[in-house]
């Protein structure tokens, strides 16, 4: 079982490079998160996908940009990556609405901008 | 707006002994609570959660939470750890009902270290 897959796991940018992170789900989920975990700070919504083409700014958007390409994927960009956005990325997935609304978290891409 | 309170950011414990993880919440509506656990380098995955019913909800692997309506606390305690409990914790809401997507509140997280 896949689950929610995040490529790449590991990445280093210098300031000002960009660069797409990539999520995929298999579990038939409508709904898809991105978001970014730092130190003290738990994780925080930076975007996040209700269904196939829509999505909407969480609470951190500034220097993000995301694409639902279908159903199962969900990527984010960032055009031009800035030290503040060294961070560990996740993705998430749940089916929409209900108590069975349950986020499945991937594995997490760490990316360091130098 | 909600918000989510972990009260501690580190708790050192021996193995055996008991433990609680602080979580309290701010909602002026009802919520969902969750208890998620990362294993290090690894992602999130669900604990356990309360969504109604009984107050006291169980994991698997011997962790319970009681949600408390009038403290507004969700706190995650294990009578007895193990070494292999040692990870970060954290605590989460989501408002039921209203918008579709169940967007999650968390809190900063709890690293839980058990000591032989």
């Known amino acids: 079982n896949a689950g929610v897959t995040q490529t790449p796991k590991f990445q280093v940018l210098k300031t000002g490079q960009s660069m797409t992170l990539q999520c995929a789900q298999d579990?038939?989920?409508?709904?898809m998160y991105w978001y970014r975990q730092d130190p003290g700070m738990g994780l925080r919504l930076i975007y996040y996908?209700?269904?196939?083409?829509?999505?909407d700014k969480g609470e951190v958007p500034n220097g993000y940009n995301v694409s639902r390409l279908n159903k199962r994927e969900f990527s984010l960009r960032l055009e031009s990556a800035a030290p503040s956005q060294t961070s560990v990325y996740f993705c998430?997935?749940?089916?929409?609405?209900?108590?069975?609304?349950?986020?499945?978290f991937g594995a997490g891409t760490r990316l360091s901008v130098l | 707006a909600q918000s989510v309170t972990q009260l501690d950011s580190q708790v050192p414990v021996f193995e055996e002994a008991p433990v609680e993880l602080r979580c309290n919440y701010s909602?002026?509506?009802?919520?969902?609570l969750f208890w998620y656990v990362q294993y290090p380098n690894q992602g999130l995955q669900l604990l356990l959660k309360?969504?109604?019913?009984?107050?006291l909800v169980e994991s698997i692997n011997g962790f319970e939470a009681e949600f408390n309506k009038s403290q507004t606390s969700f706190h995650l305690r294990k009578p007895s750890v193990h070494i292999s409990d040692t990870a970060e914790y954290f605590c989460?809401?989501?408002?039921?009902?209203?918008?579709?997507?169940?967007?999650?509140?968390f809190g900063q997280g709890t690293i839980l270290t058990v000591h032989p």
């Open positions: 996908s209700a269904s196939e083409g829509t999505t």
């Open positions: 309360y969504l109604s019913g009984s107050t």
């Open positions: 579990m038939n989920h409508n709904s």
């Open positions: 909602s002026s509506v009802s919520v969902y």
């Open positions: 989460a809401v989501r408002t039921p009902g209203g918008t579709s997507y169940g967007k999650l509140t």
């Open positions: 998430a997935s749940s089916v929409t609405g209900g108590s069975k609304n349950i986020q499945y």
